[in-house]
């Protein structure tokens, strides 16, 4: 199963055009899940609400996971591979994407610690794909807070293999060609 997670917010987003150019051109022949994070309810964990970070320490400390949040974490670790679209924000990621992130790095879901103090990964995939636009130019990789975390959690907690970075930058610029642009960063 390839889990597309759309973190595309906005009516006519670039970024999900590309992810969507992204997934014709990788013809996936399993069965593809997306999950709009626009439409569902995803919260971040906080002292009151839905998502109390009380329950969620609680499932994790006594490896229960019965709570609804845990949903998101148990899909991921089942996906033989992922894609993430999100445009780039303020130097990082939506804030929707951080909750839904935040809910995925569940210990005890999809990822654990050994004895040794080490992450161990528990989810299945071996490739990740991350799709982005920004309207300006491409920053300083080290100030590049979006990638530079989706990238950290697939290779610290995920053990992910295969993590690809494809963005299209500049695209709200003065005569930006945007069909160009978003070819070019296929
Ligand atoms: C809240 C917000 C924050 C943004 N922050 C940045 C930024 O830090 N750097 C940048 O180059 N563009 C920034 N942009 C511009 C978007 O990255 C750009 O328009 C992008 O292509 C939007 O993708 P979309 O068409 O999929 O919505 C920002 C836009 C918004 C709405």
Redesign the pocket.
């Known amino acids: 199963m390839l889990l597309f997670v759309d973190a595309?917010?906005?009516d006519?987003?670039?970024?999900?055009r590309l992810a969507r150019m992204w997934l014709e051109r990788r013809a996936y022949e399993g069965e593809l899940r997306t999950v709009s994070l626009a439409e569902l309810d995803v919260n971040p964990l906080e002292a009151v609400g839905p998502n109390t970070i009380s329950a969620y320490s609680a499932a994790v400390a006594g490896g229960i996971y019965d709570h609804p949040m845990f949903e998101y974490a148990k899909a991921f670790a089942r996906a033989d591979e992922v894609l993430i679209a999100a445009?780039?924000?303020?130097?990082g990621l939506p804030a929707l994407l951080d909750c839904y992130l935040e809910l995925v790095c569940t210990q005890g879901l999809t990822f654990d610690v050994d004895e040794t103090g080490a992450y161990v990964s528990l989810c299945r995939a071996r490739r990740l794909t991350f799709v982005s636009?920004?309207?300006?130019?491409a920053p300083d990789p080290c100030d590049d807070h979006a990638y530079g975390k989706v990238r950290t959690l697939a290779t610290r907690f995920w053990h992910i293999p295969q993590i690809e970075y494809v963005a299209a930058?500049g695209?709200?610029g003065p005569g930006a060609d945007v069909e160009a642009l978003l070819a070019d960063a296929l």
């Open positions: 595309c917010l906005r006519g987003s670039r970024t999900e445009p780039f924000w303020n130097y636009t920004a309207g300006g130019a930058w695209l709200d």
